[in-house]
């Protein structure tokens, strides 16, 4: 007799008359539906139909934690470079700058841990996006540092920045449309500014650190920077791999191990650091609020959000995840809630790193889960103030030399932009070339704007400031105003593709 033909029409046939291949249900004690779903191979459809992302991919702990470090790695130098530079102008001694560089650290965990698990639909792009304290700050806070009274400038900073963080909030739903108002002509100029304006701070630790100590520019500082960025270079130069990524990481350690035989390194301030701590609600006083330091602040707190806007839609495109409108709300409410909350602690203004959108870009590991192991790191790293403290006791000549290296690169970056932003128009040679005298005057003549009124000099003093502030008017002179000229990029696709 012929055997039936096997397809779902025989199911049923199957089901009531046992093969004799196939053992009774009473004897195996099995059903023979178990029996042929053991024999039949598995299928996952829903698995095969709709694979995991590779952005929320959760990856074994031995691929995890490297990537992950190597984010740290990555971030970790310029996470303390605010706190570092401002700590500095404000005259603070060790056990302050500790607090400082710790709570930098413990509100970069925060903010990278929110921005890449999220906060139900309304924060974090849930993308390998690291925030923390951005240089592009660090100009207008040493301005207001220069414009307050001794003992207040941290607290004026503070006031200002958390302004800030309540802008960047109000604002960042509707910041899509604002992002013609800042094509990669004027953040190109902006980025450029930060690195140009920056470079006096590496020069100044290169020649120790304390403008007013006797040995101000002694040679043996001079050699020890030149030392840490010759180590740097050959590192990037013959490195390979990880250790070519942290280059800047290995020459400050060797630096620092070269500059104990000289009596250059100082650790004493590591017998008075508390092994762990959570940092104190307004350790440096209550903030105040100036109106031309909210100003300032405000402009930053602009171009910072055009730069993490910039850096998502970048990093959605690694990522191969579109990165839609509501996905940098979410992110830029993350920016504005760590701004908000950083100076209850003694953070700064907080954005998007570039640098670990490198780091993506290089490895092609797009886990947000790893980036989001990073944070935890950082927020550990923060909670031990001894840690930050190791940081603080790096000698000003060692910072000098690596800050060469990390504020050059910077202005690199803005270059870069500013080389895809279409200068071969004369009207866009002719905003650029404004644009940064603008930003350039503050530091070729520190003096310029002295008679000006005092919020006139905040918000000029700053070169960031002051650049920007061009960029957008000439912007909006020579491709808005009277004109439907829109050849300058200037919509979240030319983002994309800067």
């Known amino acids: 007799m012929a055997q039936p033909a096997k397809g779902p029409a025989t199911e049923g046939l199957r089901s009531t008359q046992k093969s004799p291949a196939e053992p009774s249900a009473k004897k195996s004690g099995k059903s023979s539906g ?11 459809p829903a698995d095969l139909l709709d694979p995991v992302h590779p952005v929320d991919e959760k990856l074994p702990a031995k691929r995890l934690v490297p990537a992950a470090l190597q984010h740290i790695a990555a971030m970790y130098a310029g996470v303390v470079t605010p706190p570092l530079i401002i700590g500095q102008a404000c005259g603070l001694d060790a056990a302050g700058m500790t607090r400082l560089i710790a709570a930098s650290l413990l509100i970069a965990g925060l903010a990278t841990i929110l921005q890449t698990i999220g906060l139900t639909k ?29 003992g207040r400038q941290l607290p004026a900073i503070y006031g200002a920045v958390m302004v800030a963080g309540v802008f960047c909030l109000a ?36 020649q120790g650190g304390d403008k007013e100590a006797a040995d101000f520019g002694d040679m ?32 400050m350690l060797i630096g620092t191990l070269a500059a104990i035989p000289f009596g250059l390194a100082d650790f ?22 100036q109106p031309a330091a909210i100003l300032s602040l405000c402009i930053v707190m602009l171009v910072l959000m055009t730069e993490s806007s910039a850096g998502m ?36 203004p907080t954005s998007a790193f570039a640098q670990n959108v490198g780091v993506v870009t290089l490895t092609r590991v797009r886990s947000r889960y790893v ?70 005057i503050p530091l070729a003549a520190p003096t310029f704007y002295a008679d000006f009124p005092a919020w006139a000099q905040t918000v000029l003093g700053s070169g960031i400031s002051a650049g920007a502030l061009v960029a957008v008017l000439l912007n909006l002179f020579f491709h808005h105003l009277g004109t439907r000229d829109r050849r300058i990029p200037a919509t979240a696709a030319a983002l994309k593709s800067s």
């Open 171 to 206: 604002v960042g739903p509707f910041f899509g449309r604002l992002l013609r108002f800042f094509p990669p002509l004027v953040t190109g100029v902006v980025i450029t500014l930060i690195g140009v304006t920056l470079m006096p701070v590496p020069v100044a630790w290169a």
């Open 268 to 289: 004493s301030g590591l017998k008075d650091a508390p092994v762990a701590a959570l940092p104190t609600p307004f350790a440096f006083g209550a903030p105040e609020f």
């Open 34 to 44: 178990a029996s042929r779903a053991k024999s039949s191979p598995p299928a996952q």
């Open 220 to 251: 043996k500082y001079l050699a020890l920077a030149a030392f840490t960025l010759l180590v740097i270079l050959l590192i990037q130069r013959f490195g390979r791999g990880f250790v070519k990524q942290v280059a800047l990481l290995f020459g």
């Open 122 to 150: 309304f924060a974090g792009n849930r993308l390998p996006f690291v925030n923390a304290a951005s240089s592009a700050g660090i100009a207008p806070m040493l301005a207001i540092a220069e414009t307050s009274a001794p």
């Open 313 to 348: 839609l970048a990093l959605g495109k690694i990522c191969e995840r579109d990165c839609d409108g509501r996905t940098i709300t979410r992110g830029l409410r993350t920016d504005g809630i760590a701004t908000l909350v950083g100076p209850v602690f003694g953070g700064f």
């Open 371 to 440: 980036v989001a192991v990073a944070g935890g790191a950082l927020l550990f790293l923060g909670v031990f103030p001894v840690l930050g403290a190791v940081v603080s006791m790096v000698p000003m000549p060692v910072l000098g030399g690596a800050g060469i290296v990390l504020f050059g690169s910077i202005a690199v970056s803005g270059i870069r932009t500013l080389s895809e932003a279409g200068l071969d128009d004369s009207s866009n040679i002719i905003l650029v070339a404004v644009a940064l005298g603008a930003g350039i």
